[in-house]
């Protein structure tokens, strides 16, 4: 679905950043890297500044320090709409589709960037989202959480970003949407793109992604494949615990 040139396989490229509210920073000093055809996850404790460091990526903070780069151009600081342009898709948990438009009309905003072939676009992603072509004329206002979701990871792919960010994809979904929420995630990354997950249940983020950055207070803790995050003995009795 869509061509992506890749750029030594790595998409998304972050360097010492840095971010907040206008008061102290959220986060700090936070690298990382995210390669194409790959899903990585962010994980932590409540509070750790995930979805802060989500936004200062995707242009919704501005950050104060450090860098950003999409395929190695640099992003950083650019409002979010020049980072669609550049290749780079943000959803984010809450407010994340148009309630009162159907799901056609939510995938078509999507495409606001796209000069041409949105149609042919919105048929790729209704192929891979099947549910959402059945309910195609329904007010995203009445789908069931996991449905809504799913049209917020389609209309982040409908600009064919090189680099899909998500934050928190299942909270609050029953275990049953959260699986097939996630089924789709892995979907998209076989399709090339750089998937970055911010996840609350670390167990299950580390068992669906590549590789795996743990947060805390803020920083970068601990980094590395995810299955080996997994099987650290530090990172399940610090980070993850029983959160089957």
Known sequence: ??????????????????????????????????????????VGPNGAGKST?????????????????????????????????????????VANVFPSLTVMENMEMGGYTRKSGLRERISELTELFPDLAVAASRPAGTLSGGQRNMLALAQGLVPDPKVLLVD????????????????????????????????QNTRLALTHADRGYVLALGKNCLSGPADELLSDEEVVALYIGSDA
């Open 1 to 42: 679905m869509g061509s992506k040139a890749l750029h030594n396989g790595t998409y998304l490229s972050v360097s010492d950043l840095s971010a907040g509210y206008g008061g102290p920073p959220i986060i700090e000093d936070i690298s990382l890297t995210a390669d194409a055809n790959s899903i990585t996850a962010i």
């Open 168 to 199: 928190e994809p299942t909270a609050g979904l029953a275990p049953k949407f959260t699986q097939v929420v996630w089924e789709q995630i892995m979907k998209i990354r076989e399709t090339g793109v750089a998937v970055v997950v911010v996840e």
């Open 53 to 93: 460091l989500m936004k200062a990526i995707a242009g919704v903070i501005r950050p104060s320090r450090g860098s950003v780069e999409v395929c190695g151009q640099p992003t950083t600081g650019l409002s979010s709409d020049k980072m669609v342009k550049r290749g780079m898709s943000y959803v984010p948990q």
